[in-house]
C-alpha cells in the first residue's frame, strides 16, 4: 500500500511519547461508554484527551521553528489533535445506540446508520477536511496470500471449532443474543454476525488502529486499539470470561493488518472466525440437530 502522504515514517517515532497521554484517555472512552455505560465519563475522558492534545500542539509549535515540524521526506508530521479526533468521532457516533444484539428491522437499520456513520464520518472528515488522506481501506494490500496465510485460515476454523463452542454454552453468553429458531431469524443473524464483523476491521483496524499507527510503535498502537476493540464486543455480548478470547483476538487483527496490509485478509480471518460464531450461536439455541458438529 502506498504511504499516507501525512504518515510519519515509522523509523522516526519515538519508543515513548507523552502523546500517549492524550492517546490513552481518548481510547479509555470505550470502556466508560460500552463497558460500564456510563457516558458522561466517555466523554469527559474524550474532552480530556482532546485538550491535552490541543495543549500539546501548542507547546510543540511554540518551541520550535517554522520548519522543524517538516521531516526531509517534505511530509508535515501528523497531528495527534486531529488524529485523535477522528477515533472520538467514531465512537461517538458508535456510542448513541445501544449494542445489544437483535434482528428487528428497526435493530437493523439503527445498527446500519450508527456503525456506518462511524466509518464514514472519520474518513470523510480526514479526506475533505483534514485534507491528509489518514484513513485507507487498502483491499489487497501486501499482494498475494502466502502459504502461511491460506494455513492460518484453515487454522482459525479449527481454532474456533475447539474454543467458541466451549465459550459460548458453558458461560451462558449465547443468552445474549435472540433466540433463533426460524430460517428467517438464523438468516438474519447470519447477515447481522457478517456485517458486524466486516465493520470492526474498517473501525478498529483501518481507522483507530491506523491513526495510531501514525504516532506510536506497532505494540503501543495495538493495545490502544484493542481498548476500543474489547470493549465494543463486551456490550455486543461477549461477556463472562470473553475477553480472555477477545483480547488476543483483537490484538491479532492489528498485527495480521501490520503484516498483510491487507484489509482482505484481515476481513477473510474475521469472517471465518464469525461463521463459527454464527454456528455455535444456532447450535446452543437449538439444541440436538447440530450437536454432532460441537463437542459441547
Not at 437493523?108 to 456506518?116: I, W
Not at 475447539?162 to 443468552?175: D, E
Not at 469472517?271 to 458438529?293: E, I, K, S
Amino acid at each position: 500500500m502506498p504511504a499516507s502522504p501525512a504518515a510519519a515514517p515509522v523509523a522516526t517515532l519515538p519508543a515513548w511519547s507523552w502523546h500517549l497521554a492524550p492517546a490513552l484517555l481518548v481510547c479509555l472512552a470505550a470502556p466508560a461508554f460500552f463497558v460500564l455505560r456510563v457516558p458522561w465519563v466517555g466523554w469527559v475522558l474524550l474532552a480530556a484527551g482532546l485538550a491535552v492534545a490541543l495543549m500539546m500542539e501548542r507547546s510543540d509549535a511554540a518551541t520550535r521553528g517554522p520548519g522543524d515540524d517538516v521531516p526531509e521526506s517534505g511530509a508535515r508530521c501528523p497531528s495527534i489533535l486531529r488524529d485523535l479526533s477522528l477515533i472520538a468521532v467514531g465512537m461517538l457516533i458508535v456510542s448513541a445506540i445501544p449494542l445489544e444484539a437483535e434482528l428487528d428491522n428497526v435493530a437493523f437499520l439503527r445498527f446500519g446508520l450508527a456503525l456506518g456513520g462511524a466509518v464514514a464520518v472519520p474518513y470523510v472528515i480526514s479526506r475533505w477536511a483534514y485534507r491528509d488522506y489518514a484513513i485507507r481501506f487498502p483491499w489487497r494490500g501486501g499482494g498475494r496470500w502466502t502459504a502461511f496465510q491460506w494455513t492460518w485460515l484453515a487454522a482459525v476454523l479449527v481454532l474456533g471449532w475447539l474454543i467458541l463452542p466451549f465459550y459460548f454454552i458453558t458461560s451462558g453468553v449465547y443468552l445474549n443474543w435472540p433466540v433463533v429458531d426460524t430460517p428467517d431469524l438464523i438468516a438474519r443473524l447470519f447477515v447481522g454476525v457478517g456485517a458486524v464483523g466486516i465493520w470492526d476491521e474498517l473501525f478498529f483496524i483501518c481507522t483507530c488502529f491506523a491513526l495510531l499507527r501514525r504516532h506510536f510503535p506497532f505494540w503501543q498502537a495495538n493495545l490502544l486499539q484493542m481498548i476500543v476493540f474489547v470493549s465494543f464486543l463486551w456490550e455486543l455480548g461477549y461477556r463472562a470470561w470473553g475477553p480472555v478470547l477477545t483480547i488476543p483476538f483483537a490484538l491479532l487483527m492489528g498485527y495480521i493488518f501490520m503484516k498483510t496490509r491487507s484489509l482482505a485478509y484481515v476481513v477473510t480471518v474475521h469472517l471465518l472466525f464469525d461463521a463459527v460464531v454464527f454456528a455455535v450461536l444456532v447450535h446452543a439455541h437449538n439444541p440436538g440437530p447440530m450437536d454432532w458438529l460441537f463437542l459441547v
